[in-house]
């Protein structure tokens, strides 16, 4: 039990935590306010997935989990795939944006978001939110943080440096991790831009890469390839039986996030197609449109989601 019940931290990320949920509820307080009460129950249902990916967030850094990963990279990669898939990928399905936004004071939310959206000053932060909301753009960042975080080299650097660990590494995944899910999930006012079949084929290729990276580190590897791991005072469990449970944890639980999001996506061809069969043959390309044609997106970053009727919570008020 002392694994568990030792070797918390409480540093100031837990302060920012709770000043982050404080806001999160003025925006909500204040959006209910005009809003109908359909509305504000359903952002109240969202805010709930938002408090949980937070909590994750906090259990990834705080908890003994980032105490172990110091000493076993099995645990690490448990909180690499909390930094990439479990925390972003639920608040993301929380859709905290227009809530953090109408917490600002008085009228100064809306004028943030008129200026973010449409102000001079503004035109190179939307230019690169455009090209980073790019829905391959955003598959390749998450693909490519993932990779090149786990080669021998970048992965040792960050585990002998402190900033380097917690703030590229660790914000890097995170971010990355928040680009990939909005490609997936509804998070209003953010709208998903990728065909459904384009969906598939990036959830299945990001799969891959993770199922080769653990092949990587356990089928094809003779050894520990984290200097980093070798010769630790006080563990007893060989290096690289430790980054074979590892690889094991990358795969399975990769496997684990994938699998459900592929069957939602598959579902939702089947119903664009309505059979089987028109699925099918969308995902085989024997039909008459191409990847990238297929189910034709709508223009636009910000928006409703793509998923979303028009009076979609976030639609008005």
Known sequence: MSYLTDHWSFDPFLILAIVVVGWHEI???????????ERTRERRLRSLWFYAGLVLLLLAVESPIDYWADDYFSVHMVQHLLLMFAAPSLIVAGAPWQPLLDALPGRSGRSVTRGVLAGGWSRPLRALGGLVLRPWVSIGLFNAMMILWHLPGPFDLAQRNSAVHIWLMHGSFFA????????????????????????????????????????????????????????????????????????AILWVCGDFWAVPTMITIIRQMVVADGSVSGALDKMLNRGSTNLTGWGRPRSGALADVGAQPPSSPEAGP
């Open 176 to 247: 990355a991790g928040v680009l990939f899910w909005l490609q997936f999930i509804p998070s209003p006012p953010f709208r998903r831009r990728m065909p459904l079949l384009s969906q598939a084929a990036a959830l299945l290729a990001t799969n891959v890469i993770m199922i080769g990276m653990a092949m990587a580190l356990s089928i094809f590897a003779a050894g520990s390839v984290y200097s980093v791991y070798d010769h630790i005072p006080g563990v007893t469990l060989p290096p690289f039986a430790d980054q074979q449970i590892g690889a």
């Open 27 to 37: 925006g909500l307080w204040r959006l209910a306010r005009r809003s109908r009460p």
